[in-house]
């Protein structure tokens, strides 16, 4: 099991890894989400399943409540449902250019967050 302790996640630590591996990702692969695409993210979002748009919003949520990113142990505890079933989920997400982000940790700790740019844009009603 997964589990956050003071040698190997640090909040600020894991906060300051997460930066840079985001600065590092944007650089590489540049997304545009705005307010005027917003036709194609509702299609874009029609194309997920219920447990796939769930999973999404559960991420959405709990990131927020957090302030960090959620790892597969946290969402699939507060879901009910089993780690590979929510990497199924995930994997078929970021296949489908949701804007999702999966990010590793010292080799051991994937935390999922929702790319910036979107929660920018507050579509969360």
Known sequence: MHSFNRHST????????????LNKQTQQTPKEWSLSNLKDIDSLFLTLTKGEFLCFLTIYQLEEDLKRGVS????????????GCIRTYVSQMLKKGIPL???????????????????ALSLKQ
């Open 101 to 119: 982000q999966k990010i590793r940790l010292n080799n051991k700790l994937t935390l999922l967050l929702i790319e910036k740019e979107f929660r």
């Open 72 to 83: 597969y142990l946290e969402l699939s505890r507060h879901l009910s449902l089993s780690e």
């Open 10 to 21: 640090d909040i600020q630590q894991i906060n300051t890894q997460i930066n840079s591996h």
